[in-house]
């Protein structure tokens, strides 16, 4: 497979393969073996979902999650996305809305893993009162930083959410996580490196400046696509692989192709980690390629 940066065993180089939007309930079953062989072939040292396992919350729709997480590789980071929060039974949605996540995929709605050059912070952005939209508060944004703010310099600080904190459209405000730029001008004060989100089925890496101005630190927003379901917002299945190798980031992105059944590199985005930040040096697309 293809690599954006060489792979050198004693080498600081952390691989993480990123998913997000499973839909089980809406799925395409045929990307599961595919997606957990591509997986198997990253050697990640860290699985992120960034939400929205299920389509419905439904008990069954969460089974099937946990039994595909359970054939992906540890440790793991997930967060729930809206569509884990049952949509129709009101009592659940506002009394108990993440029971069944927390039931079956994690107790945890902060999970953490870090090591000697990585931190990888999941925080969860669904809320029962808004169907779509999801929102960070300032104490989780607190709670996060205090967090990360232990780690030791020069480990790349990475959080994860369901919600976007860019969009394609730049004018477009009302897609974006509630309170983002309240968070933002946290993250970036505290040194955060990278946000990992989903949501829109997109797939995109964007740096932070170009919608918000917080002077003297440029982060980097990876969405990734869905990986598995058949609501697709006009791309095929896809999922990312960020290679960290300070000062340097790769994002690839893999994308499923039916006709071989398989996922495989399509786009490689290169990444600096420069005295303002993060900025993109190299885009290479590889679609049509072998
Ligand atoms: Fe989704
Ligand atoms: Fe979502």
Redo the contacts with the bound molecule.
Sequence with gaps: MASGLSWAKGSPLRAIVHLS?LHFGRLDRATLPALIAAVDVAKPDVVVVS??LTQRARRKEFEDARKFLDDLPSPQIVVP???DVPLYNIVARTLRPLARYQRYISDDLEPFYADDEIAVLGINTARSLTF?NGRINRQQVVRSCARLAKCRAGVTRIIVT??PFDVPDASDTRGLLGRAQMAMAAFAHHGVDLILS??LHVSRTSESTARYKVSGHSLLVIQAGTATSTRHRGEVNSCNIVRIDRPRVSVECLTWNSERGSFAVSAIDGFMHTPDGWIRITSKSLVGGS
């Design positions: 939007d939400g929205d996305g809206n569509h779509k369901h919600h989903g949501h």
